[in-house]
């Protein structure tokens, strides 16, 4: 099989919610999957499905909520399944492999790559998933939630693990920045460009009569650091070379005056 | 200034929404702050606030509700802050720094943990941050979305990015697992104890007939690597030889029989 790890692979993978009390939180789910690129939504024996608030909370997601599948058991939801992850508070009986969010979503996006069914499987608002259900699973993902208020609201809990498959997906896409993107609308100066402006602070600052007597060149060090730093660009050196010419012929002005 | 970025730092990052028109995206954002053990919250004239709707969304996080910062401006709300990061749908006249949710976090947490005050600003449900908000900012980050659907719930993205900053504390912490968790609650198997299993099974399935006449030696190589695969422990090596044992004495006994 070949590996197609991309954003595409995300629609192979389904969210399963079991017995969801509040309709508001599958229309939130639904929105925090769309969000993410997601849209496989299958409902385990929810309490109140279709729902007004479901709807509301979907926002423009409500198309996932007309596809969503309604079944009667976890097993029906995951059959076909080679995959199976549950969200886990991870205090049970009986310990199982454990992944935080960034590992799990990388194994799950690198298994649907390769032709996977994968299913990220979610439990009810206040007790989550039992033993049993847990133990269908061949993972348990854990948020590394604060341990003294651990619970993540169910529709939180699915934007987290949703939004790590997303990066994940565009990191093995090559669409995922590492660092700041600056996004400049205007050529970055040169160097040479950056000197001319230097010599102009330079003059502009001797005709105004203002330098650092005890350490004249300290100040022009801590302008090229300052502008350095700030990564002129072409019109930003136009801007600042313009505003030297004005003080200098305000000044050759005032002195001739 | 010394570098100690961990959790504690994480309280020294406040959270302020701008504007927000739903109490109940208030109380959840409280909710998701707390979870990811942040505390400070900073209201910039909200709509309707405190109200029910917002007490009973923050679930168990009323107390950042009673401790939250009403102010009537986003000036006051960032004036002591060294570092402003505002959220931003990134579609602006301007191009501004923009740093995605990881590498933004990270620079947060390093700020934060030198001693700077750190903000990050959330705008309105419908229209986000005005041009003139983001351009207080000292960068912005966005949630890399799916672009056909891109606008998350306000408290979801605050989810994130407070998710974000905690794996960055973790991380900075030493406390953040690089891959897989194998809580055991058992020893692994030893090598010498994996092989007398294996020794075991070979005896026992030529006891039970039970092996491949076109190729003897491949049964024993799948075994092999399906319970190396498995990593298994030591109680999972004695049930595994206890079956064996059970299965060559019903062997024996039928023989017998």
Redesign the interface.
């Given at each position: 099989m070949s590996e197609t790890s991309n954003l595409s692979t995300l629609s192979r993978i389904r969210v399963v919610l079991v017995q969801t009390s509040h309709p508001g939180n599958i229309g939130?789910t639904a929105?925090?999957m769309?969000?993410?690129?997601l849209d496989r939504l299958v409902l385990v024996q929810p309490k109140s499905f279709p729902h007004a608030e479901a709807t509301a909370?979907a926002?423009?997601?409500d198309d996932l909520l007309a596809r969503a599948q309604v079944v009667d058991s976890l097993a029906a939801a995951v059959a076909d399944c080679q995959l199976v992850v549950g969200a886990s508070a991870?205090s049970r009986t009986?310990?199982?492999?454990?992944?935080?969010p960034?590992?799990c979503a990388a194994r799950m996006l690198a298994e649907a790559g390769q032709g996977a069914e994968v299913a990220l499987v979610m439990g009810r608002e206040n007790s989550g998933l039992s033993n049993e259900e847990l133990e269908r699973c061949h993972?348990h993902v854990h948020?590394?939630?604060?341990p003294e208020?651990?619970?993540?609201?169910l529709?939180?809990a699915v934007?987290?693990l949703t939004?790590e498959l997303?990066?994940s997906a565009?990191a093995a896409a090559g669409?995922?920045?590492?660092?700041?993107?600056?996004?400049?609308?205007q050529p970055l100066a040169t160097s040479a460009e950056l000197e001319s402006l230097y010599d102009h602070f330079a003059c502009a600052l001797a005709t105004l009569d203002f330098y650092d007597p005890d350490n004249p060149r300290q100040l022009m060090r801590r302008l090229r650091r300052l502008f350095n730093r700030a990564r002129l660009d072409r019109m930003e050196v136009n801007i600042l070379r313009g505003i030297l010419s004005a003080a200098e012929k305000a000044a050759k002005g005032k002195a001739r005056g």
């Open positions: 939130a929105r925090a769309k969000n993410m690129g909370r926002s423009g997601a991870r009986i310990p199982w492999p454990v992944m935080e960034r590992v993972v948020i590394p939630a604060n208020y651990a619970s993540l609201n529709a939180a934007q987290v939004y997303r990066m565009l669409q995922l920045p590492e660092g700041e993107i600056l996004e400049r609308d």
